[in-house]
């Protein structure tokens, strides 16, 4: 199965994701992890995206989807594999196809998990962190005993600066304006498919699996 998930940041793939690999056994491939690891490696592709990161620029494109066709090429990705965090926009997606089918490794599944706005902002906004042992709470869905105390070691709980509403915002207009077209992009393409991100982890999980394996 050879699958790429999509979603809003604070939609719960990073959770999925991991459900998905202990279930099927595929690896998951974030471009993050293996440009960071192309560079520590000192590949040909990690110097050349390392050349870009020293001046504070963009890995380019072709560059990205190299590291990516790179690790589908290994051993443990036969069976297939779950993209997460790459295609970003309709553009990369295009390209990225171009390379999967010249692999004979076409996607399979684009899995989109939906969640309106309103619960997004809540799931993000309401996040706080103890600052002493690092515990995580939402004030909305699974607050503190006591406001602004950690249940767990009595330290302080705060809201870390990229949770604020404004940057949360900021996040959402970014994913809405060139994430989102990737929905209708593969919608398209006829390999899209949807589950609703609310409820237990559990149940959502049992949701995606009915939708991959089409019950």
Do not use: H
């Amino acid at each position: 199965m050879r699958l790429v998930l999509l979603g809003a940041p604070g939609a719960g793939k990073g959770t999925q994701a991991k459900k998905l690999i202990e279930k099927y056994g595929i690896p998951q491939i974030s471009t993050g992890d293996i440009l960071r690891k192309a560079v520590t490696d000192g590949t040909p592709l990690g110097k050349e995206a390392k050349s870009y990161m020293d001046k504070g620029e963009l890995v380019p494109d072709n560059v990205v989807i190299g590291l990516v066709k790179e690790r589908i090429s290994q051993d443990d990705c036969k069976k297939g594999y779950i993209l997460d965090g790459f295609p970003r926009n309709t553009a990369q997606a295009e390209t990225l196809d171009k390379v999967l089918d010249s692999m004979r490794a076409s996607l399979d599944v684009a899995l989109s998990v939906d969640i309106d706005k309103d619960i997004l902002m809540k799931r993000l906004t309401g996040r706080r962190t103890c600052k002493s042992c690092q515990q995580m709470y939402n004030i909305y869905f699974s607050p503190p005993k006591k406001e602004r105390v950690c249940d767990k070691c009595g330290g302080e709980l705060f809201q870390r600066d990229d949770d604020k509403e404004d940057t949360i915002k900021r996040r959402l207009d970014v994913y809405d304006a060139s994430t989102s077209p990737l929905i209708d992009y593969y919608r398209k393409k006829g390999i899209l498919k949807s589950v609703k991100g609310v409820g237990s982890i559990d149940e959502i999980f049992n949701k995606v699996c009915s939708v991959l394996e089409g019950k």
